[in-house]
């Protein structure tokens, strides 16, 4: 199984700024990396997929990079909204999810 | 737009089986090539796939829950449900369902998840 580890566990950001979010593959998962947000009380919502890929919807201020077995969320100019967890997800070797990063203010 | 929405009991005995059903609206399950899912989220926030089948009756499962599940569609209805048998407190969880790409394992559109509860 291809553990997905995120850090932080928490990440604090003032609004404005901009926030960088980092996933590590326990083994080489190519570009097969998506990222979700999730807010309190909501389902996940898919941001990033292909590593670097833009979902339906998804403003250019979240972009993801890297391949193998690192990669980068990055939002830039936080907004309020933007507050949340967000989980890497790989779908190289079946699937698993890391635990999350709660970005905080 | 397609949008889910996942119905069934929210508290569940331990031993019993757990039965949810998603209804798919704005489009058919049968269109498009997606794959239509059931994941879960324990309280402690993990996030966990349990399985996804096609309209035509494919499926795939978590290896370590597939002895007890099974995921069913029905056309008709345009829905498709979830059975997870032998459940105990471990299974306790929000309960989603998702559509998932046609070619890649990824979830573009989720239900807004069911509070399951496994407690005598």
């Known amino acids: 199984e291809i553990v997905m580890t995120q850090s932080p566990a928490t990440l604090s950001v003032s609004p404005g700024e901009r926030a960088t979010l980092s996933c590590r593959a326990s083994?080489?998962?190519?570009?097969?990396l998506a990222w979700y947000q999730q807010k309190p009380g909501q389902a996940p919502r898919l941001l990033i997929y292909g590593a670097s890929t833009r979902a339906t919807g998804i403003p250019a201020t979240f972009s993801g990079s890297g391949s193998g077995t690192e990669f980068t969320l990055t939002i830039s100019s936080l907004q309020s909204e933007d507050f949340a967890v967000y989980y890497c997800q790989q779908y190289y070797n079946w699937l698993s999810f890391g635990q999350g990063t709660k970005l905080e203010i | 737009q397609v949008q889910l929405q996942e119905s069934g009991p929210g508290l569940v005995k331990p031993s019993q089986t757990l039965s949810l059903t998603c209804t798919v609206s704005g489009g058919s399950i049968s269109s498009g090539g997606y794959y239509w899912s059931w994941i879960r989220q324990h309280p402690g926030k993990d996030l966990e796939w349990i399985g996804y089948?096609?309209?035509?009756?494919?499926?795939s499962y978590n290896p370590s829950l597939k002895s007890r599940v099974t995921i069913s569609v029905d056309t008709s209805k345009n829905q498709f449900s979830l059975k997870l048998s032998s459940v105990t407190a471990a299974d306790t969880a929000v309960y989603y369902c998702?559509?998932?790409?046609?070619?890649?394992?990824?979830?573009?559109?989720w239900g807004q998840g069911t509070a399951v509860t496994v407690s005598s």
């Open positions: 998702a559509r998932r790409f046609p070619s890649i394992v990824v979830w573009d559109v």
């Open positions: 083994q080489s998962v190519s570009r097969h």
């Open positions: 089948i096609h309209y035509s009756g494919s499926t």
